[in-house]
């Protein structure tokens, strides 16, 4: 089995996969990693990697491109073509991180389970990327608006992938009415 590592910190697996059951399976043949940067995928000089999220706010948000061109070539092979990928997401953070640590003051205020919800989507540059478009309530500088579309995401997110989280998650009154919407297959797109 071929196991490829998309990472931007490549040097972070060198170890742990040298290591006991991961080199004892290398060495007997039952898999073989391989660890790709993911800077090696962008287009620009600086091997730039992630931009600044549409709708404002703190941090940074992974950028697209290098990311899908790095998963293209991996599939490349024809014997890859039914590879299987795997991703590790971010928002199943809980954003306990010492400051200073993600580069900015609040980087870590709206992460997963702040408030009890996994974390709304996020988007940055380019606005459009192979005819998918960032929703247009990020671009227009509504914050308000940009609050609720992301709170009704977290909440979607949230009765679609861990409705268990529910139970303990703070919840307005419009909250519970997003989501019995949501069950009633009424809630609008915003």
């Given amino acids: 089995m071929q196991i490829d590592l998309l990472t931007l910190f490549p040097e972070f697996f060198t170890s742990p996969l040298s ?11 039952a898999v073989s990693y391989r660890v790709i940067n993911l800077r090696d995928y962008t287009t620009d ?4 990697t992630d931009d600044r999220p549409f709708g404002g706010g703190p941090g940074m948000v992974m950028k697209i491109e290098p990311l899908v061109a790095a998963i293209r070539a991996v599939r490349q092979p024809a014997d890859n073509s039914g590879a299987t990928p795997l ?11 010492s400051p200073g640590v993600l580069g900015g003051e609040g980087a870590t205020e709206e992460e997963s389970f702040q408030e009890g919800l996994l974390e709304y989507p996020h988007y940055t540059r380019p606005r459009v990327f192979e005819g998918r ?3 247009r309530v990020l671009l227009e500088g509504d914050h308000q608006r940009i609050a609720r579309w992301r709170r009704q995401q977290a909440l979607a997110r949230t009765v679609t992938r861990r409705p268990d989280l529910l139970a303990q998650a703070v919840l307005s009154k419009a909250d519970r009415e997003f989501i019995k919407s949501l069950a009633s297959g009424q ?4």
Avoid at 187 to 190: C, G, L, N, Q, S
């Fill in 19 to 29: 290591q006991s059951m991961s080199k004892r399976a290398q060495s007997q043949g």
């Fill in 87 to 97: 991703m590790l997401a971010a928002a199943g953070g809980h954003g306990s991180v």
């Fill in 187 to 190: 809630a609008e797109d915003r």
């Fill in 133 to 135: 478009e960032v929703p």
């Fill in 45 to 48: 000089k600086h091997q730039v």
